[in-house]
């Protein structure tokens, strides 16, 4: 068809999934194990911070029977409970998780994503599959997707630029 013929003759233009904006979470996310750290709201803010501690994420979802009931990460943890000067033992999350949580999901693209961080002032956004949260994705994982692009386009210039070199010499 007609795209088959456009990447015959201008081998250099790109298919809309090539393109690192238009990539979807679906294909960013692969086949990366689909993990999703939570708590319930009842917890205790300490719980949070341990769960948080033990797998190494500044971010968890709040499940109440499953369902999303809101998200809660470091920084509220320290401005809503240290500089506040709660008790973390006695504090449960609910009091201090964001209810109103931004979420995106397999279909959204790179973009989308990088657009809502950045209007929102945040660093992570829990994708949502059937309506359930599946997994969790971070600047971070943005970042990394965008270095590896680059390192494979970069790649691709240089082959281009030797295949002209070579031909023209």
Known sequence: GFEDWLMINFPHIRRPD??????SLSRILGTRPRTLWAVGPAD???TALQVMGDKKTGFLV?????RM??????RDFVGRVILAKKSPETTPV??????????VDLASMFLDCLNLM????????????????????SIRDLL?????YQEKVVAELERERLTVFTSTA
């Open 18 to 23: 090539e393109i690192l904006a238009y990539r």
């Open 44 to 46: 205790s803010t300490l």
């Open 62 to 66: 709040v499940l109440d029977q499953q």
């Open 69 to 74: 009931v809101g998200v809660v990460s470091e």
């Open 94 to 103: 609910a009091d201090i998780m964001v209810r109103k949580v931004i979420t």
């Open 118 to 137: 950045r209007q929102h002032n945040i660093r992570y956004l829990p994708v949502i599959d059937n309506g359930k949260p599946i997994t969790v994705i």
């Open 144 to 148: 990394n997707e965008a270095v590896v």
